[in-house]
């Protein structure tokens, strides 16, 4: 399995636009969750999903943020309109396990928001 | 919300020598994790172990649990140039798929 993958690696925007970061799960995981990781914050979990539901998105930090799951193996986390506050490394991380077992990070995506 | 604090929260040995990390936390766990995380990369799981144990190893890892003291330390024996990464614990509480991560620990060891 090629492991949790993330696009883009990397996204420069300007403050008001839109941004939409894309996760691909290990196939088989029925756990899908959001990070954010920034220096002073450290790493803070978004939002997570169980076969594609919604579990727990009291992570998310304002109306701003929205997540989907439409299947399996798809999950968006889109920031509209971006800020630069915003700016930070976010990672999906995928497992297949309940009661908080392993999870599989991807590689992330590094925002900066100008 | 912060769970699990590391201490130290940076630490530097030479290669060949031990590395001890320790991970304080608050409340009632299932199970507590360890990861590393190398500059620009992923987190990846090192080690899991659950309320009911006290001592585990994996390879040249070796984790201890005192629930008693709500605290778990790492040991990385024999250290390597490329055990240099950032450690964090997480810990998983009881109910709950979510993991709650220390803000972790950066390990630099000098070949």
């Known amino acids: 399995d090629a492991g949790v993958i993330q696009s883009p690696r990397h996204e420069v925007t300007e403050m008001g636009q839109e941004v939409t970061l894309r996760c691909k799960p290990i196939?088989?995981?029925?756990?899908l969750f959001w990070y954010r990781q920034t220096m002073m914050r450290g790493l803070e979990l978004l939002i997570y999903f169980n076969n594609n539901v919604p579990i727990d998105d009291s992570g998310m930090p304002e109306d701003r943020f929205s997540a989907k799951m439409p299947n399996a193996s798809f999950s968006t986390l889109k920031i509209q309109p971006s800020e630069p506050r915003d700016s930070a490394v976010y990672f999906c991380a995928s497992s297949p396990a309940r009661l908080a077992g392993e999870q599989f990070f991807g590689p992330g995506t590094r925002l900066t928001v100008l | 919300s912060q769970q699990g604090e590391e201490d130290p929260q940076a630490l530097s040995i030479q290669e060949g020598e031990n590395a001890t990390m320790n991970c304080s936390y608050k409340t009632s766990i299932n199970n507590l994790q360890w990861y590393r995380q190398n500059s620009g990369r992923g987190l990846v799981h090192l080690i899991l172990i659950r309320s009911n144990e006290r001592e585990k190893h994996s390879g040249r890892l070796r984790v201890t649990l005192d629930t008693s003291k709500k605290s778990s330390s790492l040991l990385i024996t024999a250290s390597r140039a490329a055990d240099t990464a950032s450690y964090f614990c997480?810990?998983?509480?009881?109910?709950?798929?979510?993991?709650?991560f220390g803000k972790g620990m950066k390990l630099t060891v000098n070949p």
């Open positions: 997480a810990t998983g509480e009881g109910g709950s798929e979510k993991l709650v």
């Open positions: 196939s088989g995981h029925d756990y």
